[in-house]
T-cell receptor, first 109, second 113 residues
Framework: RKEVEQDPGPFNVPEGATVAFNCTYSNSASQSFFWYRQDCRKEPKLLMSVYSSGNEDGRFTAQLNRASQYISLLIRDSKLSDSATYLCVVREGNTPLVFGKGTRLSVIA | EAEVAQSPRYKITEKSQAVAFWCDPISGHATLYWYRQILGQGPELLVQFQDESVVDDSQLPKDRFSAERLKGVDSTLKIQPAELGDSAMYLC???????????FGSGTRLTVV
């Protein structure tokens, strides 16, 4: 079983739509949680950290449920420029980041 | 903005040949990581360095892969001999210390033919 599981998609949504991605992780000792964005043939870049209380950054909202070991990312008012792969990432203590396979999003005009 | 430099950007090699990738982390970053990302997958850790020392190489296929960071600055990842299944993006990342956020380089895309 992979440590971080994500639906690979693709999610094809029209501009302006709201889309949600989910992720589950198996290591209950995980302490840090992130969403990274990866454009085609580019390196991953940090989108946002995920906190237990939930956090928002503009059109992006991240939620964490430690009891269920579940992380989510909500994108409101999708833009064409949001098209990318979204990687769910977890970390235990100071150990290296562990990445999910990613969920591919295509926003269509 | 400081960057992690990687070269080459692209590499095509024949199977059974040797290939090497280079990474120069952000100045002052003590921790350096090499990840491999196969198409359609997430990045998977190959090796982690703290200064010049290997901290974790448990996922590095040591029969053909080697990594070094001799002076604790730049790093080289080598594959010898390359196999078809090694075709992937090889990503280098650095952070000031373990536990801090990463900055990734642009990666080296390897194609083994």
């Amino acid at each position: 079983r992979k440590e971080v599981e994500q639906d690979p998609g693709p999610f094809n949504v029209p501009e302006g739509a709201t889309v949600a991605f989910n992720c589950t992780y198996s290591n209950s000792a995980s302490q840090s949680f992130f969403w990274y964005r990866q454009d085609c043939r580019k390196e991953p870049k940090l989108l946002m950290s995920v906190y237990s209380s939930g956090n928002e950054d503009g059109r992006f909202t991240a939620q964490l449920n430690r009891a269920s070991q579940y992380i989510s990312l909500l994108i409101r008012d999708s833009k064409l420029s949001d098209s990318a792969t979204y990687l769910c990432v977890v970390r235990e203590g100071n150990t290296p980041l562990v990445f999910g396979k990613g969920t591919r999003l295509s926003v269509i005009a | 903005e400081a960057e992690v430099a990687q070269s080459p950007r692209y590499k095509i090699t024949e199977k059974s040949q040797a290939v090497a990738f280079w990474c120069d982390p952000i100045s002052g970053h003590a921790t350096l990581y090499w990840y491999r990302q196969i198409l359609g997958q997430g990045p998977e850790l190959l090796v982690q360095f703290q200064d010049e020392s290997v901290v974790d190489d448990s996922q590095l296929p040591k029969d053909r892969f080697s990594a070094e960071r001799l002076k604790g600055v730049d790093s080289t990842l080598k594959i010898q001999p390359a196999e078809l299944g090694d075709s992937a993006m090889y990503l280098c990342a650095s952070s000031p210390e373990t536990g801090f956020g990463y900055t990734f380089g642009s990666g080296t895309r390897l194609t083994v033919v």
